[in-house]
Structure formats: structure tokens, C-alpha cells
């Protein structure tokens, strides 16, 4: 693998082409129009625009996408998170033109992608369940029994969802229909399938994921979990590792679910298996990330594996560098996501950083793509940057996140950084003690 093209944006881009200089690999950025300025297209070897600002006719058009490579020379992508990192079609045609997928194959994340097929495959594997129908929900009347069955709350999710979207509570029969209705459009919209299924919903669970990293030789590790409770409207907001709750033992029990269901296709690359978990920390299944997230950074500031390098060596059919043995804990990282938008009412906020200086120090670390005299477009996500502190204990690593973020300056825009602060000093939050809900229950959302 000598050049590898990068079909995102943003600060995963940025981490990617780092990772690309660090193995001696050329690196290839893709931006839209409205990226011209982005430092991802600046720091590449090579950048090649592809298309106007909207994402269907740049970072979503595949036909473009793959010329670029061809342009270039690309003989690898890394699709990075979120735009066509999970889709299956895009990574066959990757395949067909003799290009290098950076990650599962085709078959792997259809049968793990879509919420429906990977369930059943980890029932196989057998993995832990909330009650819930067992396939997608095809009528009414069938989401009317199954509810009966299990008893509300329950949930609604769609099939190939994900980032929150295609999703619906319900605590009673006479707002079911209306919401599966609902739920099953939405989910033809955003995801291009209607597919539903339904669960029991639990009031105040810790969602709970296990990172996984597998090689083609069938070596499978995980890399320990990450607590991603505190979440908006199924955002993740801030995230952490190791989750307070569990020791070695509930650990080790729950990364060998994930590592299970790994097993079960015989996966390879990095992934994600999320779980929900109850006040007695029992865990449930919920679904299987086929990629890298972005959370991935508190991992590493954990175990010392580097997730982006490590994902690009085992996709060119190295082992992996590590056994299960050698991943130790070590710490206790944090991450904040640093969006433009309005701390109080999330409302995004493009326009031109005036002034910028991202906070440094002993285990501070900032994974971002913007720079004084940048200007946030308003067509693409809106998170900026990440910040991420390591420390020895999780008390000491919130202490060290409020001095980063006091120190973190953003002008022009308003960014969630109040927001933050308001978190992290939060008694609940510095106790320990928070949900997926925890952001409603202690009145930050409505």
C-alpha cells in the first residue's frame, strides 16, 4: 500500500493523513468546493476537489470518489466515519476497480451493519438481548402484539439507522401506531430502508461500547470499553474510558461478547460493539459499528494502541502488532466533542474563527481540523474538534478537562464550550451517577 485516498473531511481526515505519514504512505484528500480551505485538503501529499458543497454530489458521489483514486493513483481508501464508511455497495466498488477498502468487506458489514441481520447473527453468537421482536416488524398489528408481549416502554429503531436518527420511544398503545408509522418514513428517508424493529426500552441505561480490532489471520482483541452515556437526543456529547462502574473481570466478560460476535463472520479491521447496561450491569446487544468511531481517541490514550495505524496494517494483511495480553488499562480519558453551535440551544453556528488557541499540557490532546481565520460552512456536521485529557484517575481527568476547556479559545462563533463546563460540574456527573438521560434529568435539554 504506498498511497491511500481519503474519502472524508474534517478532523478524521486530518487524523488519517497522520496516521498515512507516520507509515510513509502518501496520503490523497478529497474536498467539496465549500472545503477549499479545510486543513485536510492542506495537508495532504495530494487534493483533489470532487464536487460541489452538498455531500450526495462530493463526499457521498461514489463515481467521483473513485476517480479521484484512479487520478491519483490510490491504490487504498479509508472511508473514515459517517458518509459511505458503512456502505457496502461503495467498498464492492472499491473491490471491482482494484482499490483497497480500509475495512470489513462487503458481506461482513451487510450482516453487521443493518441492526436486524446483525442481531440475528448475535443471537448466534450468543450474545445478551433486551426482549424484542426477533425480525423487522412488518405490520401494526405485529408491533401492537410484540408490544403487549414485552410490556412499554418500548423503542422503535430502524434497521439501518444510526447517529439517533430513526428512532422512537413510546410509553403507551394509543401512540404506537403513529409512531411506527413515523418511524418507518423517517427511516426510508434517511437510511433508504423502512425497516423497523421494536424493544423493550430501558429508562435509565449506560451505553456501553467494547473497540474492537481484528486481522485477516483471525486474531480478534478488544481494547476495552467506553462509557458514551451522556448523549443528546442519542448524540454522543462526552465521552470516557474505562467506564467507573465495571472492574477487570465485567470487562474482560463483556469485551468477549464483542469479540464473539467478531468471530461469528470472521471480521476483520476496527469496530464498535455498543451496549446498554442496567443498574446491575447486566448489558444487552444494541448494534455493531463497522468502522472507526469518533470517540476512538480515549481508547488510545488508554491502552497506547494507535486504532488509525493499526486499522491501515491489518487492511494491508499484517497480524496484529498485540495479543490480548498486552492491552492494559491504564488511566482515565475523556472527550469532549467541541461543536459551533449555541451552548443553550444547540442551534449550529457557522462563520469565521477570528481568533483561535487550542489548550496543551500533560495529557491534553486535540484532534481538530480548524484554525484562526477558518470559515465553519454550514453544510457538513458541526462539530470542530475533540478535545481529549488523560489522567490517572477519572477525578483528576475532569479537573484536567475544565482547565482545557477555559483554555480553549474560539472567536467568531459560538461554540459548545460553556456547554461543557456546565457538565462537568455537575454533581452527578463528577459522582459518577449518569444515563443515556442524564442530560434531560439534570436540565440541560428539553
Not at 452538498?54 to 479509508?78: F, M, N, T
Not at 459517517?82 to 472499491?94: M, P, Q, R
Not at 425497516?195 to 435509565?204: D, F, M, P, S, T
Not at 483471525?218 to 442519542?234: A, M, P, T
Request: a neutral charge; charged letters at 25%; glycine letters at 8%.
Amino acid at each position: 500500500m504506498k498511497k491511500i485516498l481519503i474519502a472524508n473531511r474534517g478532523e478524521i481526515a486530518v487524523r488519517i493523513i497522520r496516521a498515512c505519514r507516520e507509515l510513509g504512505i502518501k496520503s490523497v484528500a478529497i474536498y467539496s468546493q465549500a472545503d477549499a480551505h479545510s486543513l485536510h485538503a492542506k495537508l495532504a501529499d495530494e487534493s483533489i476537489c470532487i464536487g460541489p458543497a452538498e455531500s450526495k454530489k462530493s463526499y457521498l458521489h461514489i463515481p467521483a470518489i473513485i476517480a479521484a483514486a484512479e487520478v491519483s493513483g490510490a491504490d487504498a481508501i479509508h472511508p473514515g466515519y459517517g458518509f459511505l464508511s458503512e456502505n457496502a455497495h461503495f467498498a464492492e466498488v472499491c473491490e471491482k476497480c482494484n482499490i483497497k477498502f480500509i475495512g470489513p468487506t462487503p458481506e461482513q458489514m451487510r450482516k453487521l451493519g443493518e441492526k436486524v441481520a446483525a442481531r440475528e447473527v448475535a443471537r448466534k453468537a450468543g450474545l445478551p438481548f433486551l426482549p424484542g421482536s426477533k425480525s423487522a416488524i412488518e405490520s401494526i398489528d405485529v408491533a401492537k402484539k410484540t408490544a403487549k408481549e414485552i410490556g412499554f416502554p418500548v423503542i422503535l429503531k430502524a434497521s439501518g439507522g444510526g447517529g439517533g436518527r430513526g428512532m422512537k420511544i413510546v410509553h403507551k398503545d394509543s401512540d404506537l401506531e403513529k409512531a411506527y408509522f413515523t418511524c418507518r418514513q423517517e427511516a426510508a428517508a434517511a437510511f433508504g430502508n423502512s425497516e423497523v424493529y421494536l424493544e423493550k426500552y430501558l429508562e435509565n441505561p449506560r451505553h456501553v461500547e467494547i473497540q474492537i480490532m481484528a486481522d485477516k489471520h483471525g486474531n480478534i482483541v478488544h481494547l476495552g470499553e467506553r462509557d458514551c452515556s451522556i448523549q443528546r437526543r442519542h448524540q454522543k456529547v462526552i465521552e470516557e474510558a474505562p467506564c467507573n462502574l465495571l472492574n477487570e473481570k465485567e470487562r474482560n466478560k463483556i469485551g468477549s461478547y464483542a469479540v464473539s460476535l467478531a468471530k461469528e463472520v470472521g471480521y476483520h479491521g476496527a469496530g464498535t460493539v455498543e451496549f446498554l447496561m442496567d443498574d446491575d450491569k447486566n448489558v444487552y446487544f444494541m448494534e455493531m459499528n463497522t468502522r472507526i468511531q469518533v470517540e476512538h481517541p480515549v481508547t488510545e490514550q488508554i491502552t497506547g494502541v494507535d486504532l488509525v495505524r493499526t486499522q491501515i496494517l491489518v487492511a494491508m494483511g499484517e497480524k496484529l502488532p498485540f495479543t490480548q495480553k498486552d492491552i492494559q488499562i491504564k488511566g482515565h480519558a475523556i472527550e469532549c466533542r467541541i461543536n459551533a453551535e449555541d451552548p443553550k440551544s444547540f442551534a449550529p453556528w457557522p462563520g469565521k474563527i477570528t481568533a483561535y488557541s487550542s489548550p496543551g499540557g500533560l495529557g491534553v490532546r486535540v484532534d481538530g481540523f480548524v484554525y484562526h481565520g477558518y470559515t465553519v460552512v454550514p453544510y457538513y456536521d458541526s462539530m470542530l474538534t475533540k478535545l481529549i485529557v488523560t489522567a490517572d484517575t477519572r477525578e483528576l481527568a475532569i479537573k484536567k478537562m475544565e482547565c482545557a476547556l477555559k483554555e480553549f479559545i474560539i472567536d467568531g462563533i459560538r461554540t459548545n464550550i460553556p456547554f461543557h463546563l456546565e457538565v462537568l460540574k455537575h454533581p452527578d456527573f463528577m459522582q459518577g451517577k449518569h444515563s443515556t438521560r442524564f442530560l434531560e434529568r439534570a436540565g440541560f435539554v428539553k
